[in-house]
């Protein structure tokens, strides 16, 4: 065939397209397992963040079977779902189902006698999903810590929800009020609580209001869910507003 013919310049280009395409397919199911260990991995160092907890991904799986005492999935109710694995709950697909056949996934923790539930997190910020854990001490009531996460935030704004100063904000803060009404955390724009653990909300970031309301409501809106887990596993009595 003539090496400068259309013909032949049409066949080449479709010849290395298919050799690239099978190059990257192939690449792609090779580091399939690899990625899976990562996002693994690296959600068990998120959840171990929360419990105050700090470990490389090297370690996490090591560590996440000495302190996570407890794995659950839970109905509506409050009840265990026995056919569900808690880990491999996926929140996004969950949110889009109503409420009373989602699966709420639960991790238990103990840490050094200290008792924690850690509750999985997911809502909307300004531009797409954000997510996190957040973990409660033993009372069910004062935060131990959390961790958010986010997949298009704006940088130096809403994407500050990552930073360990806006995290540590979190840190002691109360779910109920006083009354013991479940009101979750708000992120309030001119704060002026001080270090207030009692009021129910943290100081916002300036200039990401609308990042800063979708944490309050994912707080809110999954926490919730727990409460009749809460009322029928500890010494808590919530009084819904």
């Known amino acids: 065939m003539d090496r400068n013919s259309n013909a032949y310049t049409f066949l080449f280009a479709i010849a290395l397209v298919a050799v690239v395409a099978s190059a990257l397919a192939f690449a792609a199911t090779s580091l399939q397992p690899a990625q899976a260990k990562n996002v693994k991995e690296e959600k068990m160092q998120n959840i171990l963040g929360t419990v105050g907890i700090e470990t490389s991904r090297d370690s996490a ?23 569900v694995n808690a880990f491999e709950v996926d929140l996004k697909k969950e949110l889009k189902k109503p409420v009373e056949e989602q699966a709420f996934p639960l991790y238990v923790a103990d840490v050094e006698g200290s008792k924690y539930y850690v509750v999985p997190l997911r809502g909307k910020g300004l531009w797409d999903a954000i997510w996190g854990y957040i973990a409660l001490k033993d009372d069910v009531n004062t935060i131990k ?3 958010f996460d986010h997949k298009g935030e704006t940088p130096g704004l809403g994407a500050e929800i990552t930073q360990e100063w806006f995290r540590k904000r ?72």
């Open 145 to 147: 810590g959390a961790v």
């Open 61 to 83: 799986q090591v560590l996440f079977n000495k302190y996570i005492v407890d794995q659950v999935a839970l109905s509506s109710d409050g009840t265990p779902k026995a056919d």
């Open 170 to 241: 979190f840190e002691e803060e109360k779910i109920f009020d006083g009354d013991g009404n479940f009101i979750g955390v708000s992120v309030a724009k001119g704060y002026q609580g001080g270090d207030n653990k009692d009021d129910n909300a943290v100081d916002a970031i300036s200039g990401a209001t609308i990042t800063g309301d979708g944490v309050t409501d994912m707080i809110s809106e999954r926490l919730k869910n727990y409460l009749p887990y809460f009322e029928k596993n500890t010494n808590i009595k919530v009084a819904m507003k």
